[in-house]
């Protein structure tokens, strides 16, 4: 426990500097006391510590005195290299500073920890796209990436539908969400997301400017996940489902609603009667065609009228489709052997 302690007492005057007994002292929560014996410890082993008495006074290192010790725990070490995703920062242009100090890490470590370090990065693997989703290849990322770390205003090319615009922002965040890139950036006075695939030019203006103070880029991203969440257009419906589709339902409208829907009565015959609330309402009776047999809609009546009607507008695709094969192959003379 004290040698834990020692090592973390280093640590922090290495990253701090002078430091007083007292801020030591509740940081490891111990008492100055304590803290006064660490250091006499220290310094009886060689280190060049030292501390200072009276105003402005504090503990310290000797100048340019750093220490090889990591200081990193077991579970600290695994969560070093479990936190590291290859794909992500290679795409950032950082792929081989990141590997650079991920090498580096595990040298410093002592054997045990070096093992079991490595040991993780041979057996667990985070892959950040969802199923079914590649990545989205972002040609401008490390453009972007570098003018959020620089804080240099830009101008984007942004692709809007089947329009593009011009906008100059000044980049505050890349976020990472299921495998796409989006761009958290302020312009007009406004706080806005861009979707990195859609930006397809970046121009420096040589202009740097003066990032926000009190914005926190985890808390807005958060709080813009809720307040779209809260805000999409929704629709309540009522299906009968059979059983064995639940899952494929769940594909389909979502796991989320689901997975909070109301349960009602079921049907003694393998189905289950579900009232849903599911987003984007225009497209929920597409989203449902697309189950065939194994969905009923009860109600809203239009939706169901709807789905009706987009199912005879697939049946009568395919029969004209299948007609007019069959008529070319009746119109198309035999090839003599």
Known sequence: ???????????????????????????????????????????????????????????????????????????????????????????????TVVAAARLKVLAALPTELRARASRLVERFHLDAAGWFHAAEAVPNLAALADAVWESRRIQIAYRRGSSQVERRIEPLGLVLKAGIWYVVAATDGQIRTYRGRRIVAV?????????????????HWNESIAAYERDVPRLDITVRVDRRSIGLLADMVGERAVREAEVLPDDDDGWRRLRLSVDWPEEVPGRLVALGGAVEIIEPAEVRERAISLAHELIERHALSRTARSRQRRATPATSR
Do not use: K, N, W
């Not at 640590?11 to 929560?29: D, F, K, P, S």
């Not at 082993?45 to 005195?65: C, K, S």
């Not at 725990?73 to 590291?84: C, H, I, V, W």
């Not at 400017?209 to 009190?214: K, N």
């Open 1 to 95: 426990m004290r040698a834990s302690r020692l090592v973390q007492l280093l640590l922090v005057l290495q990253a701090r500097g002078r430091t007083t007994a007292a801020v030591l002292a509740t940081e490891l929560e111990v008492s100055e006391r304590t803290i006064h014996r660490d250091v006499d410890a220290l310094s009886a082993a060689g280190v060049p510590i030292y501390a200072e008495r009276g105003p402005g006074g504090g503990i310290q290192l000797v100048d340019g005195y750093r220490t090889r010790l990591t200081g990193l725990t077991g579970d600290e070490a695994e969560a070093l290299f479990l936190s590291g995703l290859p794909g992500p920062a290679a795409e950032l242009g950082l792929g």
């Open 203 to 219: 121009r420096d203006t040589g202009e740097t400017f003066t990032r926000p103070a009190d914005f926190d880029l985890p808390s």
